[in-house]
């Protein structure tokens, strides 16, 4: 009996192992296929492409459910060949944006089934500009670590980090605001994150979101006013000050002292050529205006009393005889008389011009009481820009004090 059983196992173990050899010829993938045969898994879910890869991992054919595992569909694409057995190129155009969509995978020969949950677009991703500071505010972008930018006339999209202390913010506020001389349309997104597997799918691209970046208003007009030394400034204007690298406030018609005092001439030194920056400030509700430049060259010395110098002065019984030996249109010279006792400020006193050489103004000693004292200046020309004229202001004054002689033809004192 016992010999009968050893004799039936032999046989039966032959058999079997005939069988599995058998099995190998007519399948010579069969040992290693079933070592490798495991669940479906997913990767590179593109939704700008709309694809995904299924891995087969040892199955032959794969089947979809998205409709919670009630019907199953095989999974149709470009099936391409790797070292697990393969993956196909599925088109996922069809899972609706909209709202978050689950799809089940399962194999024909490992049946467990793979969850898969593509996530919907982001329907949240604002943008707002701050067109007084210039800048951006960003909402519903958690899952994102930049954004995508381009103006909507051309489709080059560029990436910035959404860290506002970072180089690339830094740059992009740069291009925005050269971007407001003209004004234009920007179009911001947040590009997808493409999934890697069944537990990180990444996210899909936000919505585009249009920005309007209004064109900045005109620069202010201005000009010097030859006369006064200012400049017709109003009190919604700035200027820039360039020692202390920030705007400042303007007030109406300031002197040019106060805005640019290295202009005027000091201490026998010609003043400083000198540019400036106006523009029209920002407002709660209104961007800054363009800049506009204005040059202001340095303030020369003054003209020379004497036979030799520009205006001659001769006394004669009650007459003051001024000789503009030197005067001319292109350089003109103006003259103004102050009583003794009275206070001269250049800005407001009463010049008159003169612009023909050696022309001779005789003023009477009731005009010019005595120690009156006539001051003499280089006049300011306008800029005339139609004209080809270039802004001169006014050179620094000349005094002469006026002694009338009691008896003689001619006195009179220089100080």
């Not at 993938?29 to 593109?46: C, L, M, P």
């Not at 489709?155 to 740059?171: E, H, I, L, Q, R």
């Not at 820009?385 to 270039?390: H, L, T």
């Given at each position: ?131 007084v500071n210039i800048d ?276 009179g004192g220089k100080t």
């Amino acid at each position: 009996m016992r010999d009968r059983m050893k004799q039936f196992l032999r046989v039966f173990i032959t058999v079997l192992a005939a069988a599995f050899i058998w099995q190998i010829v007519l399948d010579p993938g069969y040992s290693t296929a079933k070592a490798s045969e495991s669940a479906v898994t997913v990767s590179d879910i593109d939704y700008d492409e709309l694809t995904m890869k299924v891995h087969k991992n040892g199955n032959t054919i794969v089947y979809f459910s998205s409709d919670g595992r009630k019907t199953w569909t095989e999974v149709e694409g470009e099936t391409v060949s790797d070292a697990n057995g393969g993956y196909i190129i599925m088109d996922i155009s069809w899972v609706s944006p909209s709202s978050n969509v689950t799809v089940y995978f399962k194999g024909n020969k490992v049946a467990t089934a793979l969850e898969v949950v593509f996530p919907k677009a982001n329907s949240a991703f604002k943008v707002t500009f701050d067109k007084v500071n210039i800048d951006f505010e960003f909402d519903g972008n958690d899952d994102y670590t930049s954004f995508m930018w381009r103006k909507e006339s051309d489709y080059n999209w560029m990436t910035v980090p959404f860290d506002t202390s970072s180089a690339g913010y830094k740059n992009f506020l740069k291009k925005i605001n050269d971007l407001r001389y003209k004004g234009c349309k920007v179009v911001f997104i947040c590009d997808q994150v493409i999934g890697t597997d069944a537990e990180h799918m990444g996210h899909r691209a936000t919505k585009e979101v249009k920005i309007s970046i209004p064109k900045l208003a005109n620069a202010p007009s201005l000009k010097v006013n030859v006369k006064n030394l200012t400049i017709n400034t109003k009190a919604n204007m700035e200027y820039y000050n360039e020692s202390t690298k920030q705007w400042v406030a303007c007030t109406k018609n300031m002197e040019v002292a106060e805005i640019a005092p290295s202009v005027i001439y000091s201490s026998s030194k010609i003043g400083d050529t000198v540019k400036i920056k106006f523009r029209f400030a920002a407002t709660e509700k209104k961007a800054c205006s363009k800049t506009t430049v204005l040059t202001i060259p340095g303030q020369g010395k003054a003209p020379d009393f004497g036979d030799a110098g520009h205006v001659k002065v001769s006394l004669n019984e009650d007459k003051l005889m001024l000789t503009f030996t030197k005067a001319s249109a292109t350089t003109p010279i103006e003259y103004c008389v102050v009583k003794a006792g009275e206070s001269f400020d250049p800005s407001k006193a009463k010049w008159s011009r003169v612009k023909k050489a050696n022309k001779q103004v005789k003023l009477t000693s009731k005009k010019v009481p005595d120690k009156s004292t006539v001051y003499i200046r280089f006049a300011g020309v306008s800029a005339n820009e139609k004209k080809n004229i270039e802004l001169s202001i006014p050179s620094y004054y000349a005094p002469y004090i006026i002694n009338w002689p009691k008896t003689t033809s001619e006195s009179g004192g220089k100080t």
